[in-house]
């Protein structure tokens, strides 16, 4: 990821440290995440992505070279997620698709590194364990079987700081954030 990062920033003529700048995270962190010796967290991520003018899933779906047909295979799904956060895109390749769909999985106390914020809405559904959701500086204790659905405009988070994995399903517009 490390090198595909450094890649696009060259394209764009940025230096590591005005891509700092322009995403809020510091030259060090840029210069470790480009030589693969951090993995950013999603928010992190998508922070540097923003600036890069990407978006989160598309980076990753071009990495994979995406996937064409109506089945998808478990070990096809595109992981967006690190730092204990799984976040596998479900993606068949289809660059007009409307709708994202992800089977996300949150280790014990993991969050997703920050707030995420990008045009558009999300549901989801809590299957197994429980989960923090913070938005719009609100926090939502989710429970299994508990869904919700927020307008991902507004700076979003999941945490789980109970000792058991949480799993959720969720769908999202627009299909690339």
Same mark, same amino acid.
């Given at each position: 990821?490390?090198?595909?990062?450094?890649?696009?920033?060259?394209?764009?003529?940025?230096?590591?440290?005005?891509?700092?700048?322009?995403?809020?995270?510091?030259?060090?962190?840029?210069? #470790?995440?480009?030589?693969?010796?951090?993995?950013?967290?999603?928010?992190?991520?998508?922070?540097?992505?923003?600036?890069?003018?990407?978006?989160?899933?598309?980076?990753?779906?071009?990495?994979?070279?995406?996937?064409?047909?109506?089945?998808?295979?478990?070990?096809?799904?595109?992981?967006?997620?690190?730092?204990?956060?799984? #976040?596998?895109?479900?993606? %068949?390749? %289809?660059?007009?698709?409307?709708?994202?769909? #992800?089977?996300?999985?949150?280790?014990?106390?993991?969050?997703?590194?920050?707030?995420?914020?990008?045009?558009?809405?999300?549901?989801?559904?809590?299957?197994?364990?429980?989960?923090?959701?913070?938005?719009?500086?609100?926090?939502?204790?989710?429970?299994?079987?508990?869904?919700?659905?927020?307008?991902?405009?507004?700076?979003?988070?999941?945490? %789980?700081?109970?000792?058991?994995?949480?799993?959720?399903?969720?769908?999202?517009?627009?299909?690339?954030?």
């Amino acid at each position: 990821m490390g090198a595909r990062l450094a890649a696009v920033r060259h394209q764009l003529g940025l230096s590591q440290r005005r891509a700092a700048e322009l995403s809020g995270l510091t030259h060090g962190a840029i210069c #470790m995440i480009e030589q693969d010796k951090v993995s950013p967290s999603v928010a992190s991520l998508q922070k540097l992505l923003t600036v890069y003018g990407l978006p989160l899933s598309r980076f990753f779906a071009e990495e994979e070279g995406g996937v064409t047909g109506v089945v998808i295979k478990a070990e096809q799904l595109i992981e967006l997620g690190s730092q204990g956060v799984s #976040m596998k895109l479900v993606h %068949n390749g %289809n660059k007009r698709r409307q709708l994202g769909f #992800m089977l996300e999985s949150y280790a014990p106390g993991t969050d997703t590194g920050g707030h995420v914020k990008h045009q558009g809405e999300e549901v989801g559904t809590v299957l197994e364990g429980s989960v923090i959701l913070t938005i719009a500086g609100q926090s939502y204790p989710l429970e299994a079987g508990d869904c919700y659905v927020i307008d991902t405009g507004e700076p979003h988070r999941f945490s %789980n700081p109970s000792q058991q994995t949480c799993r959720i399903v969720s769908a999202h517009t627009p299909a690339s954030f």
